[in-house]
């Protein structure tokens, strides 16, 4: 027996529970670890002023001009979080990429155009969005025109929603996954902020 071969068996079960192939999906799930840890900490940083005492009388802690997901004028930034939240989407934008060769069966190549090609469709709003916030964070001014980000996020509802239904057959984990990816978008973040929190939050 090939040592090749002896090595790769160990992930054999994992692959045949999950669908996916080990390396890229520890690759994937690393990514999305890491950006979620860097939106908390852009979280934190946005909201911390207030745990510490908001002292302008200007306007409230609470008001959108502070809003670090999408910064649009009239914007001020607090510390850190946009360029926090904007290397989080980047690396999240990295790990729908990454998945697309997790879930491709080996010795197929012809099966890893269709989930590259809509890995890209979901991810690139993610990593665009990201470039937003990371650049604006930088300069301290909204970087790019917003009238063709609900668009974008259109786009990556419908490449997410595409992965999870082409992905079912191979990897639930995945599909799964990809559905919960749809509260990250743009379009996600505003129905959570004026949807859900209001009705959790009363």
Do not use: C
């Not at 004028?73 to 510390?79: A, D, F, N, Q, S």
Request: aromatic share 10%; charged share 10%.
């Amino acid at each position: 027996m090939e040592p090749e071969t002896i090595l790769q068996r160990p992930a054999e079960p994992i692959r045949d529970a999950l669908g996916l192939r080990l390396r890229p999906a520890l690759l994937a799930a690393g990514l999305l670890i890491g950006s979620s840890v860097l939106q908390i900490l852009a979280s934190l940083e946005r909201w911390g002023p207030a745990a510490n005492g908001w002292t302008r009388s200007d306007f409230l802690i609470e008001d959108h001009r502070f809003d670090y997901f999408f910064p649009a004028y009239p914007w001020e930034p607090i510390g850190s979080a946009a360029q926090l939240l904007g290397v989080g989407l980047l690396l999240l934008a990295a790990g729908i990429a990454s998945f697309a060769i997790a879930v491709r069966p080996s010795g197929k190549s012809t099966s890893f155009v269709m989930p590259a090609l809509l890995s890209v469709i979901a991810a690139a709003p993610f990593g665009l969005l990201g470039l937003h916030a990371l650049v604006s964070g930088i300069t301290g001014r909204p970087a790019f025109a917003d009238a063709a980000w609900y668009v974008f996020s259109l786009l990556s509802i419908v490449g997410l929603i595409a992965l999870a239904v082409l992905s079912a057959r191979h990897s639930i984990a995945w599909s799964v996954a990809s559905i919960a990816l749809i509260g990250s978008t743009l379009i996600g973040y505003i129905v959570s902020t004026f949807a859900v929190a209001p009705a959790v939050a009363g």
